[in-house]
């Protein structure tokens, strides 16, 4: 189990995990920074301010509980649904690849990708606004052209990792999947 | 390559014996089915197991061998584990064997006829015999649209899922059974059953014929030739509330039908099916080995939207017969209609003056308005002349809620229709005018450029036209444009009411829609046991030892919501509307009458 600081694309310090189950198993997370107090506080202060003058203007108490009501309900959801706590990415030889993204309230949603579909796993190049930014990408084969790609599913999207945790997190990957018996349908793997 | 052991986690705590199960050769994997104890005569064991095949069409073998030692390691029992292995051939001989109290096993194979010498990895995958077996594994839609045998091919779990599902009579014999064979599953301390179900089974037998029977009696009144005169069809055709109705008795028909629907083509005909709900149904055919059916999903669903829809109907009429609210309707829905048309003579009154300043043609003005005020003259009389059995109707149509929620809903749309019945007629009459006159500016104005409209090649041409030809329509179009703005006018503005009641009878019927197609009964399914309804699976890596194989344990991962909802809708009876903003436009400018909610039984184009 080793654990190394690298920073995401927007400058945030993440931590990639490395664990190695057995020969054919190994597990790569990535974790994303915790929500931050200073932050909650400020946004909360914010709408607390902003329902405050609401109800100095219209006198009407509902306005505050409103507000408080708001703020809860919003901060449930965030951490429900927004909040990405970690990612993390399960490669098992010959069965397939795990994807799991657990939330900052303990959900965790997994998609599991058989060996069988997955071409390739790579890095890819995006361009994003004035950036242009790298992340990890499964390819899946299509079924009717067994030259092309019928899927890209991106990995680590929340967490934004930078090229030299992706060379690490795709060494690892390749190392597995090297040891699949080619297929008649991969032609040229790598 | 590496072996995958499919290891059920009821067989954990198993007397030592021989592994029951299937070997898939293409995915090097073991699914592990059952264990069987000693002692066994191995004749019967083979004659067992090939009766079994024959029934599940299931190729169950013995796989390996499964020792369970509370002492340690007992060489005797080893060697004889082996020779086990030359009894039953089968190509690679597993041996599981657990010391004590263990979580780590070690798992070994024998090679007869290895073409490897090298050792190959061993995964043990731990997985919960009766989720899996009950569970029904969903392709993603998007392969469902592929041909089924390379969807078949690029799942192998669906092959593992396919194995458990389908060998559900190796799981009927438990311990208590006196038989030469003795296994261990997860029924193997009694073979579950509920009293409940079991009633309730004997119970919609005659239940279900009861149902047939009354259904056929009332599709045969349905059907009479009494009901196709004239008049009386088309008021069925234009009432929503009938076509609920018929839809609502289709389903019951569904219900009622004790045969399963044999074939695609039956269950394509009995039943109007969009596309979606076509192709889950067609993958869905092709993995018809599942013990839970779509097709007993679309008929659950039915029963259960039904159920509720009948439920929350007897509840709105039992709020409304309180109280006599209904009278109070009632007793509203005179002054109501009174004051809609004071409203729309005020308006017409408006628009007989000088309506947002614009000077109208004072003739046709006065022409126009005098006919619409005419016509909601009779209209209020006709009214009046039905008010004192108003109440009376309300009290009985009212009585029709407890068919359902939608049944009301509909009533309610079609009340609506009836009372804004002048509004659309006014509508009618506007478009009508104001399409004439836009049809005939438009032939004019060629006339004018010296071209015609030739019917025969849809094109224009030009063409000579003599002097009084051109002088008369010069005429006609002077007088057609100038009377533009009082058509126009009042053409926008009956134009706008008519939408504006269009769209309440469109918010209301997707309402009904929504009551009508929602799966609630896989709603509730996913929510209480969200095995059933698997979109895949999640591997959890257990505590691992060096040495022994990788321990993981399979799974279930569930559909979510939005998935269930878009598998298993119930198919409806009406479209959405097919013209797009362009066309409606176009339309709306050219003074076409539109009619925005086409249902499916129509004419389609």
């Known amino acids: 189990m080793a654990e190394r600081w690298f920073r995401s694309a927007s400058g945030a310090p993440i931590a990639l995990r490395r664990r190695q189950h057995s020969a054919c198993c190994r597990e790569l997370s990535v974790r994303c920074p915790r929500l931050q107090l200073r932050s909650l506080s400020a946004v909360t202060s914010a709408v607390w301010l902003a329902a405050y003058g609401l109800f100095a203007l219209s006198e009407n108490s509902m306005v505050l509980s409103a507000a408080i009501f708001i703020t809860l309900i919003g901060l449930i959801i965030y951490l429900h649904f927004v909040k990405i706590d970690q990612e993390s990415l399960l490669v098992i030889g010959s069965l397939g690849i795990q994807v799991t993204s657990s939330y900052a309230s303990g959900k965790e949603s997994t998609t599991f990708i058989e060996m069988s579909q997955v071409k390739d796993v790579v890095i890819n190049e995006a361009i994003h606004m004035q950036e242009v930014i790298y992340y990890l990408c499964i390819l899946l084969w299509d079924p009717g052209d067994p030259e092309g790609v019928s899927e890209v599913v991106p990995l680590f999207q929340s967490s934004k990792p930078r090229l030299d945790c992706l060379i690490e997190v795709y060494k690892s990957c390749q190392e597995i999947l090297e040891q699949r018996k080619p297929t008649p349908q991969a032609s040229g793997i790598k | ?605």
């Not at chain 2, 392969?143 to 396919?162: G, P, Q, V, W, Y």
């Not at chain 2, 192709?279 to 839970?292: D, G, I, Y």
């Not at chain 2, 109280?323 to 409203?343: M, Q, S, W």
């Open chain 2, 1 to 605: 390559m590496v072996l995958k052991v499919f290891f059920p986690s009821c067989c954990s705590s198993a007397e030592s014996g021989i592994l029951v199960g299937r070997w898939l050769s293409e995915q090097n994997s073991a699914v592990v089915l059952a264990v069987l104890h000693f002692p066994f005569i191995p004749v019967q064991v083979k004659q067992y197991l090939s009766e079994v095949q024959r029934v599940t069409k299931v190729s169950v073998s013995v796989l390996g061998s499964w020792s369970n030692s509370k002492q340690e390691k007992e060489e005797s029992l080893s060697e004889f584990l082996e020779d086990l292995g030359t009894i039953f051939s089968h190509e690679p001989w597993i041996q599981i064997s657990k010391e004590g109290d263990s979580k780590f096993w070690s798992c070994s194979t024998l090679q007869k006829h290895s073409t490897s010498p090298k050792e190959e990895e061993i995964i043990l995958v731990y997985y919960d015999q009766r989720k899996v077996m009950l569970s029904h594994l969903h392709p993603p839609l998007d392969t469902a649209a592929s041909t089924d045998h390379e969807a078949k091919d690029a799942s192998k779990l669906s092959a593992i899922f396919d194995t458990v599902a389908k060998s559900t009579v190796l799981f009927m014999t438990d311990r208590y059974d006196d038989g030469p064979i003795k296994l261990t599953h997860w029924q193997s301390d009694g073979v579950e059953a509920s009293i409940i179900v079991e009633l309730l089974k004997q119970a919609s037998v005659p239940a279900c014929m009861l149902l047939t029977f009354l259904l056929s009696l009332i599709s045969g009144i349905c059907r009479s030739r009494v009901l196709k005169f004239w008049p009386l069809s088309f008021l069925w055709s234009k009432l929503s509330t009938c076509e609920q109705l018929g839809h609502r008795l289709q389903h019951l028909q569904v219900i009622s039908s004790n045969k399963k629907a044999q074939n695609q083509a039956q269950l394509m005909r009995s039943s109007s099916i969009p596309m979606k709900v076509n192709r889950s149904l067609h993958c869905a055919s092709s993995l018809s080995w599942c013990p839970w059916d779509i097709k007993d999903a679309v008929k659950a669903n039915i029963f259960v939207s039904l159920l509720i829809d009948v439920a929350l109907g007897i509840l709105l009429m039992s709020w409304l017969y309180r109280k006599n609210r209904i009278g109070h309707l009632a007793d509203t829905l005179i002054p109501v209609a009174d004051h809609v048309a004071e409203e729309l003579q005020d308006l017409l009154q408006w628009l007989m003056g000088a309506p947002a300043g614009l000077k109208m043609n004072r003739a046709l003005d006065q022409v126009l308005g005098r006919f619409f005020l005419y016509h909601i003259h009779l209209w209020i009389s006709y009214i009046h002349l039905m008010s004192p059995f108003i109440e009376m109707i309300l009290w009985y149509v009212g009585l029709s809620a407890c068919l359902g929620l939608t049944v009301a809903l509909c009533i309610l749309s079609d009340v609506i229709a009836l009372l804004t019945f002048h509004i659309y007629c006014f509508y009618v009459y506007g478009a009508r005018l104001y399409c004439l006159k836009i049809y005939g500016l438009s032939s004019l104005w060629r006339l004018f450029r010296g071209k015609k409209w030739n019917v025969l090649r849809q094109r224009v041409d030009s063409c000579s036209y003599d002097l009084d030809q051109l002088f008369i329509g010069t005429l006609l179009f002077t007088i057609l444009l100038f009377l533009l703005p009082t058509t126009a006018l009042y053409y926008l503005v009956f134009t706008l009411l008519r939408l504006l009641v269009v769209i309440v009878q469109g918010l209301i019927h997707l309402l009904v829609d929504l009551i009508d197609s929602l799966p609630l009964y896989s709603i509730i399914l996913r929510l209480c046991r969200s095995y059933r309804l698997a979109a895949g699976v999640k591997f959890r890596v257990l505590e691992q030892q060096d040495g022994k194989p990788l321990r993981l344990l399979m799974q279930i991962n569930p559909l979510s919501y939005g998935s269930v909802v878009q598998t298993y809708r119930l198919p409806t009876y009406s479209c959405y509307p097919k013209d797009s903003w362009t066309s409606l436009c176009k339309k709306l400018f050219l003074g076409e009458l539109i009619y925005p909610w086409k249902h499916k039984g129509e004419k389609q184009d």
